[in-house]
Nanobody, 123 residues
Framework: QVQPVESGGGLVQAGDSLRLSCVTS????????MGWFRQAPGKEREFVGA???????YYSDSVKGRFTISRDNAKNMVYLQMRSLKPEETAVYHC?????????????????WGQGTQVTVSS
């Protein structure tokens, strides 16, 4: 059973940094691509970034240069380091697993999702 579980969310001020973590159960973690998405109330789920099984990183234009994704296959962990956070980035952040070769920015092509962790950025 593959189950991602996110942690690390919280309340921060605009301009602050925050690091989210996601641990995924299952033996095949190193073979999965991992993605981060966020969803604010009343808005669609939005791609944030992804890291492939081979370590390639992809980011949405809105976070490029401020967010960094990394993974530790030995620990079944993926991280999202967020810097210079903005109030409009308040959302529930989810991590998800994906088989290699799929579109990394399409949420419907991800298989297993975590419950999410709330990030609130105050102005």
């Amino acid at each position: 059973q593959v189950q991602p579980v996110e942690s690390g969310g919280g309340l921060v001020q605009a301009g602050d940094s925050l690091r989210l973590s996601c641990v995924t159960s299952g033996r095949a973690f190193s073979r999965y691509d991992m993605g981060w998405f966020r969803q604010a109330p009343g808005k669609e789920r939005e791609f944030v970034g992804a890291v492939t099984w081979s370590g390639n990183e992809y980011y949405s234009d809105s976070v490029k240069g401020r967010f960094t994704i990394s993974r530790d296959n030995a620990k079944n962990m993926v991280y999202l380091q967020m810097r210079s956070l903005k109030p409009e980035e308040t959302a529930v952040y989810h991590c998800a697993t994906q088989r290699p070769g799929m579109r990394y920015d399409s949420w419907y092509e991800y298989e297993f999702w975590g419950q999410g962790t709330q990030v609130t950025v105050s102005s």
